[in-house]
């Protein structure tokens, strides 16, 4: 059974270079914000019922839009394509090939994840032919004001049906190889030509190979394009060579995900890559990787049509052998000045390896991170990942909010070994106090998903905030005792693992981070 999550498919987690595991609440919109309209392109098969899509929307801000109204115009299409709104949905004909939609309610846009609305469906007519293509304008007002406008592409094709192959399950142990195949078969009544495989896989799972029909990011393998075609009722399999990286944790499980879709659905699933500034993926210069023929009837799982999108997905878990553990170590800092001076400070943690922590499939936080703030100072700037905390109570409605003694922060899901994950705090000295004392704890309790509670060097987990040391030399508290006088850990640039490894979700599905990560400020970051 798949253990996927379709909204890492779909809808991405945002994490192109930022850590976010928190949001503030939703504000009404303010004149400022600005906003991007997105739709994706469309291959509905003749002869069929159509497909259900809606917009999606990414402001700069956490908003709510009232009266949302959106219209679309797919005359270019008028006779072939029908346009309607699904079911509840207050959708009506505006002219030949105009469909206008109303919001009945509110609708609330996440400045992380943005917001899905207005389901509508889109299918052909009785003239439709395959190859037909067309415009679908979109453009989207609230309370009489037009807010964004997009414009994808539309067309007809030939339906067919894939399906996934058998998952399977390997182990190794960091650093070691394995093989593992990938299987897919032609269920429907009509012969495939050609089929891509996309790959959702986790950040210890890599790939020297570089066939020239797939594409890659640095070790990681992306997608691969395979021309042969598959008839009715068969199937296909290619055999990859993988290795896990050295720094994967053990013990434990890594996972990819295989899906299956026609060239055409790729291609629609990959028209916002380049406007969103999505990193390129690079074909290989290797050999060409071919599909060989299998038998459907020797390993198919019951048929089903393409109404269960799930169908098309092949897992592969892998079993990791052996130990390699984490150390993350608390980072605090040293900080002088005068009475009024506000001071800023990078606090958080480095994770020493030797064993990154990826825990992105399960979008748990790797850690917990409390930030006491030192005697004499307010706390002005604070990173919205972090929540104001009395006692065991956090205040996610305040999340990012200054004044607070106390701090809960959620780092996000992915540390890197080797890299130091912070967030900055700007603290104003309302008193002059000699060593005036803070704190930063990493791995806190959490009565909560994800947490690390196996760190191999428990005796660094805090670090002091130091304000005016007495005879400090500034900078962080690197070595963990809190004297100030180790120097300051390095901030490093984004990880380029986390940026090019993690297939399909940063680069093909994630369509909503991109526009996120695209103007979003930067937090918690490694």
């Known amino acids: 059974m798949l253990t996927h999550s379709t909204r890492r498919w779909l809808a991405g987690l945002g994490v192109a270079g930022a850590f976010v595991a928190a949001s503030a609440t939703p504000a009404f919109a303010a004149p400022a914000a600005e906003f991007d309209l997105y739709f994706q392109d469309v291959t509905v098969a003749a002869d069929s019922a159509g497909v259900v899509r809606s917009p999606s929307l990414y402001s700069s801000e ?103 192959g058998p998952d399977t399950t390997v182990t190794a142990a960091p650093g070691g190889k394995f093989q593992a195949p990938v299987t897919v078969f032609n269920v429907g009544t009509t012969e495939v030509d050609g089929v891509v495989a996309m790959f959702d896989t986790d950040y210890g799972i890599r790939t020297k190979e570089r066939f020239d029909n797939c594409l890659y990011a640095e070790d990681f393998l992306f997608a691969c394009i395979f021309d042969e075609k598959i008839p009715a009722s068969a199937g296909a399999t290619a055999t990859f060579n993988y290795e896990l990286a050295t720094d994967t944790y053990a013990p434990g499980r890594e996972n990819s995900y295989a899906w299956f879709m026609t060239p055409a659905d790729f291609e629609d699933l990959l028209a916002i890559r380049d406007e969103a500034g999505a990193e390129k993926a690079r074909r290989g210069n290797g050999k060409t990787l071919s599909l060989k023929a299998v038998s459907a009837a020797r390993a198919a799982r ?13 897992g592969l878990a892998v079993d990791v052998t052996g130990k ?35 825990y992105l499939r399960s979008e748990a936080n790797v850690t917990y991170v409390d930030v006491t703030v030192p005697t004499g100072t307010t706390a002005i700037a604070v990173p919205m990942e972090c929540a104001p905390r009395t006692g065991n109570d956090v205040e996610w409605p305040e999340a990012g909010s200054p004044g607070a003694g106390e701090y809960r922060c959620y780092p996000g899901p992915f540390a890197p070994a080797g890299e130091t ?20 704890k990493v791995n806190v309790p959490c009565e909560c998903e994800g947490g690390f509670y196996d760190d191999l060097k428990p005796a660094n987990d805090v670090a002091k905030i130091l304000v005016n040391a007495a005879g400090g030399t500034g900078g962080g508290d690197g070595d963990g005792d809190g004297d100030g006088d180790g120097g300051s850990l390095p901030i490093t640039g984004q990880s380029t693992g986390l940026i090019a490894g993690l297939g399909a979700l940063l680069l093909a599905a994630g369509v909503g981070g991109y526009l996120v990560a695209k103007r979003r400020r930067t937090r918690f970051v490694a």
Request: one cysteine or more.
């Open 421 to 440: 994950l912070t967030g900055e705090f700007t603290f104003r000295i309302d008193k002059v106090i000699a060593n005036a004392t803070g704190t930063v």
């Open 62 to 164: 956490s908003t709510v839009l009232n009266e949302v109204s959106v219209r679309y115009d797919y005359s270019s299409l008028a006779g072939k394509i029908t346009l309607a709104g699904e079911s509840g949905n207050d959708c009506a004909a505006d002219g030949d090939g105009v469909l206008l939609c109303r919001e009945q309610v509110p609708v609330t846009i996440d400045e992380l994840f943005g917001g899905f609305f207005g389901e509508v469906v889109i299918a052909p007519t009785d003239k439709a032919t395959n190859g037909d293509t067309g415009e679908l304008k979109i453009s989207l007002k609230a309370a009489g004001k037009d807010i964004a406008s997009y414009t994808s592409r539309v067309r007809v094709g030939e339906g067919v049906d894939l399906q996934g």
């Open 302 to 314: 019951a048929v089903q049509t393409d109404t269960e999108p799930n169908n098309n997905f092949s």
């Open 324 to 358: 390699n553990g984490a150390d993350l170590e608390a980072v605090g800092a040293t900080l002088n000045g005068k009475k009024g001076a506000e001071l800023t400070a990078a606090l958080g943690f480095r994770n020493n390896g030797p064993a990154t922590l990826d």
